[in-house]
């Protein structure tokens, strides 16, 4: 697979909403360093969490519709400091 788009990942999953929260709890766990269910090459978290759903490896383990109405999980998130990005300079 040399692209892994949403309408791959959509005939396996129930509706779309279900496949943003599958794959972004795919993704976090990835990010904490869960193994990959697939030889992860180059790929970024998210883009490796989609194609475990496109191949069948990443599935809800709940019912569908219990995991859309449940509350999401709070993961309490480092705080971050931003830098202001320098303007670019005019060269003439």
Do not use: W, Y
């Not at 709890?25 to 496109?54: C, F, H, W, Y």
């Not at 705080?79 to 990005?85: A, E, H, K, M, S």
């Amino acid at each position: 697979m040399a692209r892994v788009t949403i309408e791959d990942c959509l005939p396996l999953v129930e509706n779309r909403f279900a496949l943003v929260i599958l794959a972004t709890k795919r993704t976090r766990q990835l990010m904490a360093g869960a193994r990959p269910l697939l030889d992860p090459g180059r790929n970024k978290p998210s883009v490796l969490s989609l194609r475990e759903i496109a191949t069948g490896k990443v599935k809800f383990d709940r019912d569908v519709d219990a995991a859309l109405a449940g509350k999401f999980d709070k993961e309490p998130v480092a705080p971050t400091t931003l830098r202001p990005i320098p303007p670019p300079s005019v060269q003439r």
